[in-house]
């Protein structure tokens, strides 16, 4: 089993600041990429930023110069830093692992946390 467990999300205000973290743990053999996806209410799950295991990122557009991913490989969690919040931003944030389970030799990309709320005021 695998499991990804996010913290960090709340209420802001718009132009504050939030940290998300996300830790992976279980059977795991090695992870590749992990990121962070979102969810308006009546919008479909967007990609905001991931980040592979060498450090390359990709950011959505809408979250350029605002939002910054990082990892912590040694203790398989990603972060996600959050400046500049607007209030388009509010949605469930979900994190996001390409796992690759001890003895196998492909990734999956099934792996998904539970969802934290963000939600930023105007």
């Known amino acids: 089993q695998v499991q990804l467990v996010e913290s960090g999300g709340g209420l802001v205000q718009a132009g504050g600041s939030l940290r998300l973290s996300c830790a992976a743990s279980g059977t795991i053999g090695s992870i590749n990429v992990m990121g962070w996806y979102r969810q308006a209410p009546g919008k479909e799950r967007e990609l905001v930023a991931t980040?592979?295991?060498?450090?390359?990122?990709n950011y959505a557009d809408s979250v350029k110069g605002r939002f910054t991913v990082s990892r912590d490989n040694a203790k398989n969690t990603v972060y996600l830093q959050m400046s500049s919040l607007k209030p388009e931003d509010t949605a469930v944030y979900y994190c996001?692992?390409?796992?690759?389970?001890?003895?196998?030799?492909?990734?999956?990309?099934?792996?998904w946390g539970q969802g934290t709320q963000v939600t930023v005021s105007s």
């Open positions: 996001n692992a390409a796992v690759r389970r001890p003895l196998t030799l492909r990734f999956s990309n099934d792996y």
């Open positions: 980040i592979t295991s060498g450090g390359i990122t």
